[in-house]
């Protein structure tokens, strides 16, 4: 009888252990669909509990079919939100966020936030499952659709990292890691120690779509090394590993490695004319035979800026024409989804101050209505009692009313210099973003464009004559292409260099100097005392900007051949001089000239309390010495 009771005893322990059964079904569920079996995942849908079955379905749907065309992508408007606080709840806002991301250009902003809902859902329930499917999710917007040098993927990067529980998100986590540190294309922001974890577990591991999606990043780090084999082997690889996919979600990543391809066939060397215009023809017709969703467009304004190329050189000039203003056409549309996404974030961010200065002035105005129905209940209680607390009790009032007006008048001043921090963070910010997309334009459109006239240049040079003095000036020619394509690629990344969130004020100001200091011969030297520690993020940003301009001058006016920039930091202020031995300017124009842009600087250093010195004459050289409170 003992031994019966203690096997039951037993059972029970392990039946209470057990996981249960909508727990089981819901991590047989995700297993499937992380790893994309579809078909499988599609079948396990019916173990899920009826709230989550509508929301599993249309996700799974969405990855088989990923066209915005088709009409179960518009469904989801009109599915109720389950209100199960689990896996219905996850998944229907994961879906909200599938939906506006991929079906509108100007609703990543809605998207993310329908995501960090979810986020906030798995963190709920402290289920790491769930925490890490949403982060992919919020990396991929990041990745896909954010400006260059847009650091605020981050803290979800870092939340990445320490909810990855497996190989394969430890993988996900170091192909994120390499593709947003990269994406400005910064050699140095490359990760060895990621890259050599993620090849280890592409090399042991059948995951077609991790290995599109990093072989495509691969690649492109090969394209700034300019390795060729590796950028083809890597090209190859990839497309390999997409084609093998039998489902649509790999579509849109496919046609972006065919892009790339296409533009590297336009670069070979190797390869006659011709065979360029063959062989990246038939990559840009095998992108465009699968435009998906919303992510598509850039790819398919690219198709024309390429085919408009690839029509130029095969002496198609109506045709490179018509393909050329579509392309303008498309860039700009895209371009205005990606300000209004700009001004939607703005109005966010100044909606969501004015709701909070409300509730402070709400709740206040309670807090007075309280105090004086208190008072008036004191009064009514006790002012008949005895005329010496009544008095009393009048001049606590007073006293009090005084205390509750010197509180509102600093509330009042706290809230109007957050509000015009607010708009300052809000300019430099926008200011920020234009020089990116400044940056980004001048690398993709302008050296794209003098790489095509190099390209038609040679084309032009080979069907010439062959004569010593015909093929010298066609070597000249050529040689101030390669120089003026050298100087445009430089100028981008001159352009796009900025203040990164990890790097700090000192590491940026090095690196640009290093960049400036080859333009015009220009050796700029940089000294720092007491620069150890961090500054404030945006006075950092301005400093730089400061720094940038300043230095940006010296080389458009100043003819000089050596600058140097100086930090020092005391106590309660930072102090900045920019030296050079220019032939310098007349002071009494100085302020006046647009193109030195002092005006500006000067503007900038007021709204950060700071004063500015400039000393110069013609032929003297300048010195220029800023100092600002810290």
Request: some cysteine.
């Amino acid at each position: 009888m003992k031994s019966v009771s203690l096997t039951l005893y037993f059972l029970l322990l392990l039946f209470a252990l057990a996981p249960p059964t909508e727990i089981k079904a819901q991590q047989a569920f995700i297993e499937e669909l992380r790893h994309y079996e579809l078909d499988a995942a599609k079948k396990a849908i019916s173990t899920l509990p009826k709230s989550a079955y509508a929301m599993a379905t249309w996700q799974v749907d969405f990855l088989i079919h990923f066209n915005i065309s088709n009409p179960l992508f518009q469904s989801i408007t009109t599915f109720p939100r389950p209100n199960d606080d689990g896996l219905g709840d996850f998944y229907y806002y994961i879906n909200l966020g599938d939906y506006n991301f991929y079906n509108f250009g100007d609703k990543n902003i809605e998207a993310l936030n329908h995501y960090r809902t979810a986020l906030q859902l798995a963190n709920g329930q402290d289920d790491d499952v769930l925490r890490c499917e949403a982060l992919k999710k919020i990396l991929t917007l990041h990745r896909i659709a954010y400006l260059y040098d847009n650091t605020t993927y981050l803290e979800y990067l870092e939340q990445y990292d320490a909810a990855a529980y497996d190989a394969l998100e430890r993988a996900y986590y170091n192909y994120y890691n390499l593709i947003l540190n990269f994406k400005n294309h910064y050699v140095e922001a490359w990760d060895p120690s990621s890259f050599r974890t993620l090849n280890d577990f592409l090399g042991a591991h059948n995951t077609p779509y991790l290995k599109g999606i990093s072989y495509t990043v691969y690649a492109s780090y090969y394209e700034e090394l300019k390795k060729r084999d590796s950028i083809w082997h890597y090209i190859n690889e990839g497309e390999n590993a997409f084609r093998s996919i039998p489902y649509n979600y790999k579509g849109s990543r496919l046609n972006q490695l065919l892009m790339f391809k296409a533009r590297t066939i336009m670069n070979e060397d190797s390869l006659s004319a011709r065979q360029k215009i063959s062989m990246a023809r038939a990559a840009i017709d095998s992108a465009l035979s699968r435009s998906f969703n919303k992510t598509d467009d850039k790819i398919v304004s690219l198709s024309h800026y390429y085919g408009s190329v690839i029509d130029t050189l095969d002496n198609d000039y109506r045709n490179a024409f018509q393909k050329l203003i579509l392309y303008n056409r498309t860039r700009d549309s895209i371009r205005e989804y990606r300000y209004n996404d700009l001004l939607n974030e703005l109005e966010v961010k100044f909606q969501t101050s004015e709701k909070e200065r409300q509730l402070l002035v709400e709740k206040e105005q309670r807090k007075k209505t309280q105090y004086l129905a208190l008072g008036l209940a004191g009064l009514l209680l006790f002012g008949s009692v005895i005329a010496v607390l009544l008095y009393r009790n009048t001049k606590r009032k007073q006293y009090i009313a005084e205390q509750q007006r010197e509180i509102e008048r600093q509330k009042a001043e706290k809230i109007l210099k957050e509000q015009e921090l607010t708009s300052i963070d809000a300019m430099i910010a926008g200011q920020e973003k234009e020089r990116q997309r400044l940056a980004g334009d001048l690398h993709d459109s302008v050296g794209a464009t003098l790489a095509a006239a190099k390209l038609q240049f040679s084309h032009l040079h080979a069907l010439s004559t062959q004569e010593d003095n015909t093929t010298e000036l066609f070597e000249k020619t050529g040689n101030l292409l390669d120089a003026a394509y050298t100087e445009i690629r430089n100028m981008a990344h001159l352009k796009n260099s900025g203040v990164f969130a990890k790097d700090s004020l000192l590491p940026a100001i090095n690196k640009f100097a290093k960049n400036a200091s080859s333009v015009q011969n220009l050796n700029i030297e940089v000294q720092d005392f007491g620069m150890e520690e961090r500054l404030d993020n945006v006075l950092e940003i301005a400093l730089f900007r400061i720094v940038q301009e300043l230095v940006t001058n010296i080389i458009k006016h100043a003819q000089a051949t050596e600058a140097s920039i100086s930090l020092t930091r005391h106590a309660d202020h930072l102090n900045l001089m920019v030296e050079d031995n220019g032939i310098g300017f007349k002071l009494q124009t100085a302020f006046g000239n647009e193109g030195m842009g002092l005006s500006n600087i000067e503007k900038r250093i007021m709204h950060l309390e700071g004063t500015l010195e400039v000393d110069s004459s013609p032929e003297n050289g300048t010195t220029i010495i800023i100092d600002i409170p810290i």
